[in-house]
DNA sequence: ACCTGAACACCGTTCAAGT
DNA sequence: ACCTGAACACCGTTCAAGT
């Protein structure tokens, strides 16, 4: 009863986060108080504030930590010495992170996080997407901006309507073959010329 | 003082939307309680129970009536003879709907409601895809069904990213001449063959 | 049939006080 | 330096009671 707890060895922050990604992706967001955080890690109501300064701020850690997973997600998925192939399987790899974290993948492009409020947050997105800017490169191609930008509007796009089931009725969102085929032709475009 | 008051003339169910969808437009789906939404209405906290089960429904009536919004958006920029330029209008209308009313249409695509719950909701969601479905014809192309998904995905992809402020650095946001020259080669590429 | 008042079990956040 | 206890101003939802 002395001793001190065997969990958050002086370190609540990271117990905090822990608790929270584990709870956000069990329950939903919406279930998430910051006092059941607080309980789930032992502490009192106001402990967490020792270490952020809202909600908003742990939740914007968590979601930090999910874009640097993402990040590492897309490294591991564009491995082809194909080019077309190899963005045609880092955008399966983007699509196939999302669905396998549904509910963190929805907190990293929530409303709930302003993200000019949270610059790490922000900075941690702009390096994920920079994985996929890397794939087309402006000295030779003046249109790689834009298809940059069109590469993370459909595989943003079709992650989130596969999370929210919104495809369920349409196409078989496991992320197997039917994907696949949606994608091919546009990432086909995306590297044409 | 005898008199009823001068809104919601027995249409309460009514004034209760109309508030909650300018309280959403205004200040954004978290700053939404059931209990203000009531205040401005001017009646009791439990007033809107007898209306709808709770908040989520209330919410999933005002996701509804955007969805109907956006469905009259796309029929209105689809007119063009040349397939090509109405596809890609009516991505822009799109688009364009989702920047003039970007917390509706995070609402319509929110996790705070579950689309399974609300088969209304999840009709009018249907109905509104079916107007881009109804481009691609499974009698010619057998591709059609994974066409309208692409279609689909990239104009939510795009749009979110957009409304979340995730391209302000990348791309100019409202709705001029950048992002059709993104949409562009993407529609193309939907439109071959 | 429709609304109110009061209550219940929660929240996020603050702040003096403890160690 | 880090945490607690108690408080403040809120929530969503329920339910007996009023008209």
Redesign the pocket.
């Given at each position: 009863m002395s001793t001190s707890k065997p969990f958050?060895h002086g370190d609540?922050r990271k117990e905090l986060v822990s608790v929270a990604r584990e709870v956000i992706e069990t329950d939903g967001i919406d279930a998430l108080?910051?006092?059941?955080v607080a309980r789930q890690a032992g502490?009192?109501?106001?402990?967490p504030?020792?270490?952020f300064d809202?909600?908003?701020k742990l939740l914007a850690e968590v979601a930090r930590q999910g874009f640097e997973d993402l990040h590492d997600a897309l490294d591991r998925g564009g491995q082809s010495p194909d080019p077309f192939q190899s963005l045609l399987d880092q955008s399966m790899a983007y699509l196939g992170f999302a669905m396998a974290n549904p509910r963190l993948y929805r907190l990293m492009f929530a409303s709930h996080i302003d993200k000019t409020k949270h610059p790490d947050l922000m900075e941690a997105g702009e390096r994920t997407f920079a994985v996929l800017q890397a794939r087309f490169d402006p000295a030779t191609d003046p249109h790689a901006a834009a298809r940059a930008i069109g590469c993370w509007g459909l595989v943003h796009g079709l992650a989130s309507l596969a999370i929210d089931n919104q495809l369920d009725a349409h196409v078989q969102t496991d992320g197997g073959p039917h994907m696949r085929a949606i994608l091919e032709p546009l990432v086909r475009a995306l590297m044409a010329h």
């Amino acid at each position: 009863m002395s001793t001190s707890k065997p969990f958050h060895h002086g370190d609540l922050r990271k117990e905090l986060v822990s608790v929270a990604r584990e709870v956000i992706e069990t329950d939903g967001i919406d279930a998430l108080s910051l006092r059941g955080v607080a309980r789930q890690a032992g502490v009192s109501t106001a402990a967490p504030y020792r270490h952020f300064d809202s909600k908003e701020k742990l939740l914007a850690e968590v979601a930090r930590q999910g874009f640097e997973d993402l990040h590492d997600a897309l490294d591991r998925g564009g491995q082809s010495p194909d080019p077309f192939q190899s963005l045609l399987d880092q955008s399966m790899a983007y699509l196939g992170f999302a669905m396998a974290n549904p509910r963190l993948y929805r907190l990293m492009f929530a409303s709930h996080i302003d993200k000019t409020k949270h610059p790490d947050l922000m900075e941690a997105g702009e390096r994920t997407f920079a994985v996929l800017q890397a794939r087309f490169d402006p000295a030779t191609d003046p249109h790689a901006a834009a298809r940059a930008i069109g590469c993370w509007g459909l595989v943003h796009g079709l992650a989130s309507l596969a999370i929210d089931n919104q495809l369920d009725a349409h196409v078989q969102t496991d992320g197997g073959p039917h994907m696949r085929a949606i994608l091919e032709p546009l990432v086909r475009a995306l590297m044409a010329h």
